[in-house]
């Protein structure tokens, strides 16, 4: 088993920054790919931002450019800086954990987060 604990949401302006952190425990040396969603009201999950172990990232068409997306294996973090945030960018943010390079698809994902709230107004 992993947990996930994500911390770092919050109210922003447009524009501003936030920076998300997730910390990983239990069976860490399961984890091969993690990566961050999000959970818009009406909307389906999506993912924003994942990193393999090895290092290869990949981002939403939407953020790219925007947000970046850090681990530190030795201390079993992953975070998610976000700038330029967007009314759009509002959302619950999901830290999750997958056994496997994973694809897009939240499916293949064993491990989620509780989630952390990022609302973005003036």
């Known amino acids: 088993q992993v947990q996930l604990v994500e911390s770092g949401g919050g109210l922003v302006q447009p524009g501003g920054s936030l920076r998300l952190s997730c910390a990983a425990s239990?069976?860490?040396?399961?984890?091969?790919?993690m990566g961050w969603y999000r959970q818009a009201p009406g909307k389906q999950r999506e993912l924003v931002a994942a990193?393999?172990?090895?290092?290869?990232?990949n981002y939403a068409d939407s953020v790219k450019g925007r947000f970046t997306i850090y681990r530190d294996n030795a201390k079993n973090t992953v975070d998610l800086q976000m700038n330029s945030l967007k009314p759009e960018d509002t959302a619950v943010y999901y830290c999750?954990?997958?056994?496997?390079?994973?694809?897009?698809?939240?499916?293949?994902?064993?491990?989620w987060g509780q989630g952390t709230q990022v609302t973005v107004s003036s």
């Open positions: 999750a954990a997958s056994g496997v390079r994973a694809s897009d698809s939240p499916r293949d994902y064993n491990y």
């Open positions: 239990g069976s860490i040396f399961s984890i091969n790919t």
């Open positions: 990193i393999t172990s090895g290092g290869d990232t």
